[in-house]
């Protein structure tokens, strides 16, 4: 084989292998969570004794820490300056739905058992956990309870995402815009 065509092919698998080394695993992962103001048919109520229920595990969750300055640290929330779905936000609250939690922080995900990160919103009206990992793709999985009218309804999903797209999942009542962004 000849030296252009080993270089060619050398480039080529670089190329592949690169989204793989991307980042080296640090993200920033800004999440809004929102919901609509109206009651949809088909929300079923969670219920904690059906055979398959899962409540989300909060126990061993962690919180995000306040941010204290650059350079980020793990779990450490990003300041609002940083966010990016300012504007996704203020749009949905234009549109008559209602902005639940708008947060994001600072993660290496590595891909092995990655810690989960506990939500709870300032009106105590979601609860739960959120997981980010890394194989090929991003994996976020929410496992969200939204209390409303004394009924608890859960988000949980698991969705695989790239990186730098804003990534939409879907609830009857209630949903999440998600935004990962490699550093």
Same mark, same amino acid.
């Given at each position: 084989m000849t030296n252009p065509i080993r270089s060619m092919l050398c480039a080529l698998l670089l190329c592949l292998a690169a989204p793989t080394f991307a980042a080296n695993g640090n993200y920033t992962i800004e999440v809004v969570i929102f919901a609509q103001n109206g009651y949809n048919a088909g929300a079923l109520p969670f219920d904690a004794s059906a055979p398959?229920?899962?409540?989300?595990?909060?126990?061993?969750?962690?919180?995000?820490?306040?941010?204290?300055?650059s350079p980020y640290s793990q779990l450490e929330?990003?300041?609002?300056?940083?966010?990016?779905?300012?504007?996704?936000?203020?749009? =949905?609250?234009?549109?008559?739905?209602?902005? &639940?939690?708008? @947060? $994001?922080?600072?993660?290496?995900?590595?891909t092995g058992r990655n810690p989960e990160i506990r939500i709870n919103s300032a009106d105590g009206n979601v609860d739960g956990v959120i997981r980010v990992d890394r194989s090929r793709? =991003?994996?976020?999985?929410?496992?969200?309870? &939204?209390?409303? @009218? $004394?009924?608890?309804?859960?988000?949980?999903?698991?969705?695989?995402?790239?990186?730098q797209e804003l990534h939409y999942l879907d609830h009857p009542l209630f949903g999440m815009l998600v935004y990962a962004r490699p550093i």
């Amino acid at each position: 084989m000849t030296n252009p065509i080993r270089s060619m092919l050398c480039a080529l698998l670089l190329c592949l292998a690169a989204p793989t080394f991307a980042a080296n695993g640090n993200y920033t992962i800004e999440v809004v969570i929102f919901a609509q103001n109206g009651y949809n048919a088909g929300a079923l109520p969670f219920d904690a004794s059906a055979p398959n229920a899962q409540p989300p595990a909060t126990s061993g969750a962690r919180y995000i820490s306040s941010y204290n300055g650059s350079p980020y640290s793990q779990l450490e929330a990003m300041p609002s300056s940083s966010f990016v779905l300012g504007d996704d936000a203020a749009r =949905l609250r234009r549109e008559g739905y209602q902005i &639940l939690w708008h @947060g $994001g922080w600072f993660q290496n995900v590595s891909t092995g058992r990655n810690p989960e990160i506990r939500i709870n919103s300032a009106d105590g009206n979601v609860d739960g956990v959120i997981r980010v990992d890394r194989s090929r793709y =991003l994996h976020f999985k929410p496992n969200l309870l &939204l209390t409303r @009218g $004394g009924s608890e309804y859960q988000l949980k999903q698991s969705r695989r995402m790239r990186s730098q797209e804003l990534h939409y999942l879907d609830h009857p009542l209630f949903g999440m815009l998600v935004y990962a962004r490699p550093i």
